[in-house]
Nanobody, 122 residues
């Protein structure tokens, strides 16, 4: 299953973006996570969601601002980002895992997209 991220771009601080992760096949039994990597920094987990979409987990840095959701009928997972800050600037990746709620450590994810760039700047 190939993963393709979209929705990145340039946004001003305080603005919003919605990222999409679309799979070439079905992923109804996969946990899905969003990760990001800023220039010169290590990749970090942002949010994850279990197959039915009922349980989620967020990094402290994005709690209350980002929302992860999924639409299994469309083979898609979304990351709604609000109140964006310059420190949110990064390449954002989605990834799938055989674990239902794999958490925010990337070692449990085995299938990754190519990423989409989010730049928060005035």
């Amino acid at each position: 299953v190939q993963l393709v991220e979209s929705g990145g771009g340039l946004v001003q601080p305080g603005g919003s973006l919605r990222l999409s992760c679309t799979a070439s096949g079905s992923m109804p039994n996969s946990g899905v996570g969003w990760f990001r990597q800023a220039p010169g920094k290590e990749r970090e987990g942002v949010a994850c969601i279990e197959p039915r979409g009922r349980d989620t987990n967020y990094a402290d840095s994005v709690k209350g601002r980002f929302t992860i959701s999924r639409d299994n009928a469309r083979n898609a997972v979304y990351l709604q980002m609000t109140n964006l800050k310059p420190e949110d600037t990064a390449i954002y990746y989605c990834a799938t895992s055989e674990w239902h709620l794999p958490g925010l450590a990337d070692n449990l994810y085995d299938n990754w997209g190519q990423g989409t760039l989010v730049t928060v700047s005035s």
